[in-house]
């Protein structure tokens, strides 16, 4: 553990910039201090000048008593972070842990521009696994960053240095880059928070790709709430990056209070792979029984399919990304590489395109399975790694170890999933080991809300430091509403024709249901998907089936929009009283159209037509 008195968290920096008892010259000088106190600890491939370091936190002194209310303008006022060295740094090279790959770029990376403008002070570049290939740490010629915890194990990859530098309490948080888990396993490894954003959220334009496609900006921090406040200041679409993406419309990157009660999927107790490790399987239970408390209700599912994305990745078909994103350099410089980063990236040159191919189709079809599970689960939980491992372990058998912790890990990228790793106490052995909360793209509010409560409830200390972490209390989330009920009775319900753009803005199914008997039901006219309509009535009505589907709150407008006049949203009475947002469409529109009310529901008139 290291000894720090006051915690670099961004809450509480911004606080005591606020109240005076801190400035961003004397947290500089700190930052400093605890750099040198750490000696060779192999987290650092270059660094800002000190001077230059003091120079820009003096001017930020000087902004900040002109003018206090450029806390607000600027929400990462005089906050220390580092950048994995494979993100451009004006006036750093960039290594990619390669010294004769090294440049020096023009600009910055946009993602630390967006940073720098918001406020953030650039410390320095961060050690790493070379060209971001593993998930250990060691491949590096600028050595293995030090495991503040236990140096003879592993500090995680590749964004070993960024990891260890949030941990240590050198940095308020770090960059780093995930393609197949190197935003989580360091996170795991170290006792931190380890955001994996979805694809294109976060530009990669300035970033050494590693497998483009899937590659994005990670973010470590000492907090879920840090986190989503690095996010914030970096999130936006690039033009210039060919796979980001604009947030969907109603996208939360706020911290809200966890929902009372979620369904949370987790792999069968038989596919739970720990790698004979007792004491990381003991964690992994002690985290389910602490997401039950929390409101979860687990969800037992098939583990096989994410596991076979997760081996894609890298076979020789899921290298040749890995291949193109450096080929020319192999060409021209292979020989300078990291043996084991050769072999592996070389391996891509022996896929055939009909291989890769035929690997995008596996991958598409394994998506499909993803979904199932999304849409019945708010989100599905596994440990972080399967175990830990020490780097004379990993040293000796590089490629199988590295594999095994990637078990949980290789398949969010290639699924197109986000994830948040979250610290979920120690093993026996005083080590640390993590929980992985993940979810489709774009649910990065609905992960932060859970992972929060989850992080608060485990408590203890933030990375290696000694700084305790906040309590629950002190979080100031605000009240959540994560989604909201609505039932259908036509075409969207299971595995009818519409059921997709639920499925699409990612809804889940709750229950089947029934309304009370005050409706009549018509079967709509018109061209394309077959609708009904539901009508509430004064007499003669019957009870009609439906489902009840849980739509993301930030989705419902969304999906709303898609829903064609005479059909509307209003409250449907159930058969057991209860009153829920659902379909119903107006008198008018279902005047003339077929009264289907006795067939009980549109089930049972597609059956009714299907037998005729």
């Given at each position: 553990m290291t000894s720090v008195r006051e915690s670099l968290d961004i809450e509480r920096l911004r606080q005591d910039y606020s109240e005076g008892h801190r400035k961003p010259s004397t947290v500089v000088e700190a930052v400093l201090a605890r750099i040198a106190a750490a000696g060779e600890d192999a987290v650092w491939i270059s660094r800002v000048a000190d001077e230059a370091l003091r120079s820009a936190a003096a001017g930020l002194d000087r902004a900040l008593a002109a003018d206090r209310s450029i806390l607000e303008r600027l929400p990462l006022f005089g906050v220390p972070f580092a950048v994995k060295d494979n993100i451009d740094v004006a006036g750093l090279s960039t290594t990619a842990a390669c010294p004769a790959f090294a440049y020096a770029p023009a600009q910055s990376a946009t993602v630390v521009e967006r940073l720098t403008a918001a406020g953030a002070l650039v410390i320095g570049k961060t050690n790493l696994d070379q060209f971001a290939t593993g998930l250990v740490g060691v491949r590096s010629p600028y050595g293995v960053a030090r495991n503040p915890f236990d140096a003879e194990y592993l500090p995680g990859g590749s964004s070993a240095g960024s990891a260890v530098a949030v941990s240590s309490g050198l940095v308020?948080?770090?960059?780093?880059?995930?393609?197949?888990?190197?935003?989580?396993?360091?996170?795991?490894?170290?006792?931190?928070?380890?955001?994996?954003?979805?694809?294109?959220?976060?530009?990669?334009?300035?970033?050494?790709?590693?497998?483009?496609?899937?590659?994005?900006?990670?973010?470590?921090?000492?907090?879920?709430?840090?986190?989503?406040?690095?996010?914030?200041?970096?999130?936006?679409?690039?033009?210039?990056?060919?796979?980001?993406?604009?947030?969907?419309?109603?996208?939360?990157?706020?911290?809200?209070?966890?929902?009372?009660?979620?369904?949370?999927?987790?792999?069968?107790?038989?596919?739970?792979?720990?790698?004979?490790?007792?004491?990381?399987?003991?964690?992994?239970?002690?985290?389910?029984?602490?997401?039950?408390?929390?409101?979860?209700?687990?969800?037992?599912?098939?583990?096989?399919?994410?596991?076979?994305?997760?081996?894609?990745?890298?076979?020789p078909a899921g290298a040749a990304e890995r291949t193109t994103a450096i080929d020319a350099f192999i060409a021209a410089r292979g020989d300078t590489m990291h043996p084991v980063t050769r072999t592996i990236i070389d391996s891509g040159r022996k896929a055939t395109a009909v291989?890769?191919?035929?690997?995008?189709?596996?991958?598409?079809?394994?998506?499909?399975?993803?979904?199932?599970?999304?849409?019945?689960?708010?989100?599905?939980?596994?440990?972080?790694?399967?175990?830990?491992?020490?780097?004379?372990?990993?040293?000796?058998?590089?490629?199988?170890?590295?594999?095994?912790?990637?078990?949980?890990?290789?398949?969010?990228?290639?699924?197109?999933?986000?994830?948040?790793?979250?610290?979920?106490?120690?093993?026996?052995?005083?080590?640390?080991?993590?929980?992985?909360?993940?979810?489709?793209?774009?649910?990065?509010?609905?992960?932060?809300a859970i992972g929060e409560a989850f992080h608060r409830d485990v408590g203890g200390t933030m990375g290696a430091t000694s700084v305790a972490l906040p309590p629950a209390e002190s979080s100031g989330a605000a009240p959540s509403y994560p989604d909201m009920p609505i039932v259908v009775v036509g075409a969207h319900m299971r595995d009818l024709p519409l059921n997709r753009e639920l499925l699409a803005v990612g809804a889940r199914f709750d229950s089947a249901c029934a309304t009370a008997p005050i409706y009549r039901f018509y079967r709509l006219p018109g061209a394309g998907v077959a609708r009904p309509g539901l009508v509430r009535v004064p007499k003669d009505g019957v009870a009609i089936d439906g489902e009840i589907w849980r739509v993301p709150t930030e989705a419902v407008g969304a999906f709303l929009a898609r829903i064609p006049s005479p059909l509307g949203l209003g409250d449907v009475t159930l058969a057991d009283g209860r009153k829920v947002k659902g379909f119903l469409c107006e008198a008018a529109g279902a005047e003339g159209a077929e009264d289907i009310s006795a067939c009980g529901g549109w089930r049972g008139y597609l059956a009714r037509a299907s037998a005729t």
């Amino acid at each position: 553990m290291t000894s720090v008195r006051e915690s670099l968290d961004i809450e509480r920096l911004r606080q005591d910039y606020s109240e005076g008892h801190r400035k961003p010259s004397t947290v500089v000088e700190a930052v400093l201090a605890r750099i040198a106190a750490a000696g060779e600890d192999a987290v650092w491939i270059s660094r800002v000048a000190d001077e230059a370091l003091r120079s820009a936190a003096a001017g930020l002194d000087r902004a900040l008593a002109a003018d206090r209310s450029i806390l607000e303008r600027l929400p990462l006022f005089g906050v220390p972070f580092a950048v994995k060295d494979n993100i451009d740094v004006a006036g750093l090279s960039t290594t990619a842990a390669c010294p004769a790959f090294a440049y020096a770029p023009a600009q910055s990376a946009t993602v630390v521009e967006r940073l720098t403008a918001a406020g953030a002070l650039v410390i320095g570049k961060t050690n790493l696994d070379q060209f971001a290939t593993g998930l250990v740490g060691v491949r590096s010629p600028y050595g293995v960053a030090r495991n503040p915890f236990d140096a003879e194990y592993l500090p995680g990859g590749s964004s070993a240095g960024s990891a260890v530098a949030v941990s240590s309490g050198l940095v308020s948080f770090a960059l780093g880059t995930d393609t197949a888990g190197s935003g989580r396993v360091p996170a795991g490894f170290n006792n931190i928070v380890g955001l994996k954003p979805s694809i294109g959220l976060l530009s990669t334009s300035g970033v050494v790709p590693a497998c483009r496609a899937l590659d994005v900006v990670s973010v470590f921090a000492l907090t879920v709430g840090d986190s989503l406040a690095v996010l914030r200041a970096a999130m936006g679409f690039d033009a210039a990056d060919i796979y980001s993406r604009a947030a969907p419309a109603g996208f939360v990157a706020d911290l809200t209070a966890p929902p009372g009660r979620f369904r949370c999927a987790v792999p069968k107790p038989d596919q739970r792979e720990f790698f004979g490790d007792g004491q990381a399987a003991e964690v992994y239970a002690r985290s389910l029984d602490r997401l039950r408390r929390l409101g979860a209700t687990l969800v037992e599912i098939d583990y096989a399919p994410l596991a076979e994305a997760a081996a894609v990745l890298y076979s020789p078909a899921g290298a040749a990304e890995r291949t193109t994103a450096i080929d020319a350099f192999i060409a021209a410089r292979g020989d300078t590489m990291h043996p084991v980063t050769r072999t592996i990236i070389d391996s891509g040159r022996k896929a055939t395109a009909v291989e890769v191919y035929r690997a995008r189709d596996r991958l598409r079809a394994l998506r499909r399975h993803a979904e199932a599970i999304f849409s019945d689960c708010e989100v599905l939980a596994v440990p972080t790694s399967g175990t830990i491992y020490r780097v004379a372990e990993v040293l000796a058998d590089p490629v199988r170890l590295n594999s095994n912790l990637g078990h949980y890990t290789n398949f969010v990228n290639q699924l197109d999933l986000s994830a948040l790793a979250v610290p979920a106490g120690f093993r026996a052995d005083g080590l640390p080991a993590g929980v992985t909360l993940i979810a489709p793209a774009f649910r990065e509010g609905r992960l932060a809300a859970i992972g929060e409560a989850f992080h608060r409830d485990v408590g203890g200390t933030m990375g290696a430091t000694s700084v305790a972490l906040p309590p629950a209390e002190s979080s100031g989330a605000a009240p959540s509403y994560p989604d909201m009920p609505i039932v259908v009775v036509g075409a969207h319900m299971r595995d009818l024709p519409l059921n997709r753009e639920l499925l699409a803005v990612g809804a889940r199914f709750d229950s089947a249901c029934a309304t009370a008997p005050i409706y009549r039901f018509y079967r709509l006219p018109g061209a394309g998907v077959a609708r009904p309509g539901l009508v509430r009535v004064p007499k003669d009505g019957v009870a009609i089936d439906g489902e009840i589907w849980r739509v993301p709150t930030e989705a419902v407008g969304a999906f709303l929009a898609r829903i064609p006049s005479p059909l509307g949203l209003g409250d449907v009475t159930l058969a057991d009283g209860r009153k829920v947002k659902g379909f119903l469409c107006e008198a008018a529109g279902a005047e003339g159209a077929e009264d289907i009310s006795a067939c009980g529901g549109w089930r049972g008139y597609l059956a009714r037509a299907s037998a005729t």
